[in-house]
């Protein structure tokens, strides 16, 4: 087990990565595409929505689109629902709106989308997760020292290994950090959160994918591996 991190151990080899590195689409051709952060080889795709507040209070995505007459579909960005044409003089969205979490599942919607996920695949106790090392978090910093990092575009990350259920272990108080790419032994289905943007993105079965829209506790839109990714703060100002 890793100091700090239950139920997971650190891994000395990142070979365990090597097919879904081969599988991403090179960002190269422009981060444009879902099959940028998952692989377009599954049978179904889905983005889970994080969730973003009305004043003091969370709201989901489908109650801003409702109340605004918009229709919510898989590539909708949240700063197309809210009207937030951002610029260098407005980098946040306008009141009463604030923004999702970024680059993270929160711990609830984590545990769901990891509960889900565990009966959809023949290797629930055996599940790969790799993490940014980029988070500045102490027991990552240490953890780090002479580890192998999985080379993803953009993204050095560190593996663990251990069950479904420790997606959410990742954890450094009072931060909690959903992983950056997360798939279990039998590679039946593949998680993403990429960082700075609003969304995590599922790649499975349509069985799976049609368990996670249909979960009362997440929030969850059917897309493609061709369609635009959420771009988070940064679709203020495309």
Not at 115 to 139: D, I
Request: glycine share 6%; charged share 20%.
């Amino acid at each position: 087990m890793v100091d700090g991190f239950a139920g997971l151990t650190l891994c000395d080899s990142v070979e365990a990565a090597d097919w879904v590195r081969a599988a991403l689409r090179p960002w190269d051709l422009g981060i444009h595409h879902v099959s940028t952060l998952v692989p377009a080889r599954y049978f179904a795709h889905a983005r889970v929505l994080h969730r973003p507040r009305k004043g003091a209070d969370d709201i989901r995505w489908t109650d801003i689109a409702a109340a605004r007459g918009r229709h919510l579909r898989g590539e909708t960005q949240f700063a197309e629902l809210i009207d937030w044409h951002g610029d260098a003089a407005h980098p946040s969205p306008p009141e009463p709106w604030y923004e999702p979490d970024r680059g993270s599942l929160r711990p609830s919607e984590c545990a769901a989308v990891a509960a889900v996920l565990a009966r959809h695949t023949t290797t629930p106790e055996h599940c790969w997760f790799c993490v940014w090392e980029g988070y500045g978090w102490p027991v990552l910093n240490r953890l780090g020292e002479g580890a192998p990092r999985v080379a993803l575009e953009h993204r050095d990350c560190l593996l663990f290994h251990g069950p479904v259920s420790a997606a959410t272990a990742f954890r450094s108080e009072p931060w909690f950090q959903s992983a950056t790419l997360w798939w279990p032994e039998d590679r039946a289905w593949c998680v993403a959160s990429e960082l700075d943007i609003y969304s995590t993105y599922v790649a499975g079965t349509p069985s799976a994918v049609h368990e996670l829209v249909e979960h009362p506790e997440l929030e969850v839109l059917s897309c493609t591996a061709e369609q635009d990714i959420d771009h988070g703060p940064y679709a203020a100002w495309r």
